[in-house]
């Protein structure tokens, strides 16, 4: 007697991409590097141009804060606690959806994260760091994962994710100068932008799927035999 199952060989996330993806990452981190170091000297002035705070962006207009305050950061220490997960999930989600999806969407997610931030904050507080960008490509990238990797169990696909929400994004201490609803804004936002466009592009993700057939022969006289035996042993 002959069982046969299917088996995934290769899917849109195993195949191989060719792109420029450690290029594009290693340019955002530089960017970032850059701009920080602008906003840390104060020299000759271009440094506070750049945070987000309510005051400077409701009431003096200036809307391209919203913008750079993702690329700078409080201090050194500030960038190097985001430029790790910032390069390693840039990488991931440039390599396999393209530069379409980061830096550029990931950066422009990074303008409504911010804008919906600092609507909650209060005169001149202010908002700066990539974190709410970096949140945003976990959601981005996990919502994406459920829906391509078909072939594991939907809870175990499942599983993966709230261990990854648990033990990774969540976080270990709370810091009073730390916004943590710009990670919930930023992993919401990432969450709905993964879905729209996993729809959007579900036909050429599942046209990489390929499968082989594994046919087992099973003896069953032999199986018949063996359990008579150990029901004689009993």
Known sequence: MENSNKRLVRNFLSGKKDNKALHWSILALFTCLIMSRI???FNPGWGELLAA???KVFRDGEYWRLFTSSFIH???SHLLANSYMLGVMGYFVNYHYGAITYPILGFVAGIFINLIVISDFT???TL???SGVVYYLWGFWLILYIFIQRHVPLNRRLMKVTAIGIFVLAPS???PQVSYYAHVVGLFLGM???FTY???NRRQYHSYEVWEDIVEIVDTELEFQALNSDSKNR
């Open 39 to 41: 906003y840390w000297s």
């Open 53 to 55: 705070s309510p005051d």
């Open 74 to 76: 409080a201090d050194l």
């Open 123 to 125: 005169g001149k507080s």
């Open 128 to 130: 700066v760091g990539a």
């Open 173 to 175: 201490q709370f810091k």
């Open 192 to 194: 709905i932008s993964g």
């Open 198 to 200: 996993y729809l959007k």
